[in-house]
């Protein structure tokens, strides 16, 4: 099973440098639809990695709920200090910003483009009305838990009357710049536009989920 928001599209997970030292600073790039496949490949890179920091660099429409938790729980528990990042003009929706809400420090360009919307369930198996309704309202129920462990503000702002974004398949979009003048926190910093080397891809990924797992839109 899988909640998810977003049609399909490419996956690659990557290095934004050459793979470094092991005790040095660690980028990795997360692009295109998230997937089991693109959890399963960050979590490969993050336990072979012992360095002091992680940047985590994020453009993705979303994907598979289950599998942007997994990249947020081993990144909150991995004892590293944990960057963040959409860059200007880049998007990170959905299941997206479940990896975002990962960050120590969570930046973004001012012209990144965030959305924030109610999980919608996609699995291949129909399943009974009632159990859907169940599944999504579980899985609403983690995601607005995780928000609200880094940005409780922030978590509660989603759920307002007149924004109830968590029950809307439309839910909120709002860019970097906005997120960031609200100072509620769930975005800590503005990020200029930097030059940067381009990202080593580590694979391609399939996009089929391999077992029942929640995804945001």
């Given at each position: 099973m899988a909640l998810t928001g977003c049609a399909g599209g490419a996956?690659?997970?990557?290095?934004?440098?050459?793979?470094?030292?092991?005790?040095?600073?660690?980028?990795?790039?997360?692009?295109?639809?998230?997937?089991?496949?693109?959890?399963?490949?960050?979590?490969?890179?993050?336990?072979?990695?012992?360095?002091?920091?992680?940047?985590?660099?994020?453009?993705?429409?979303?994907?598979?709920v289950s599998a942007a938790l997994q990249i947020h729980e081993r990144l909150r528990s991995g004892g590293w200090g944990v960057v963040t990042s959409v860059a200007d003009e880049s998007r990170c929706m959905s299941a997206c910003t479940l990896i975002f809400a990962a960050g120590d420090d969570r930046v973004a360009g001012p012209r990144a483009r965030f959305?924030?919307?109610?999980?919608?369930?996609?699995?291949?198996?129909?399943?009974?009305?009632?159990?859907?309704?169940?599944?999504?309202?579980?899985?609403?129920r983690g995601i607005a838990n995780t928000y609200a462990a880094v940005a409780p503000d922030f978590a509660r702002h989603l759920a307002e009357p007149g924004v109830d974004a968590l029950n809307s398949r439309r839910g909120l979009a709002l860019s970097g710049a906005q997120l960031a003048e609200r100072g509620d926190g769930f975005v800590t910093g503005i990020e200029r536009p930097v030059a940067l080397g381009p990202p080593i891809a580590v694979a391609e990924a399939d996009t089929v989920n391999r077992r029942p797992s929640p995804a945001p839109p």
């Open positions: 996956v690659t997970s990557g290095t934004a440098v050459a793979p470094p030292a092991a005790k040095h600073p660690r980028d990795i790039l997360v692009s295109g639809m998230i997937t089991q496949a693109t959890a399963d490949r960050v979590l490969g890179e993050l336990e072979a990695f012992d360095g002091p920091a992680v940047t985590i660099r994020l453009d993705s429409p979303g994907g598979d959305q924030f919307h109610a999980p919608r369930y996609v699995g291949r198996v129909p399943l009974p009305g009632p159990i859907v309704d169940l599944i999504e309202a579980v899985t609403r």
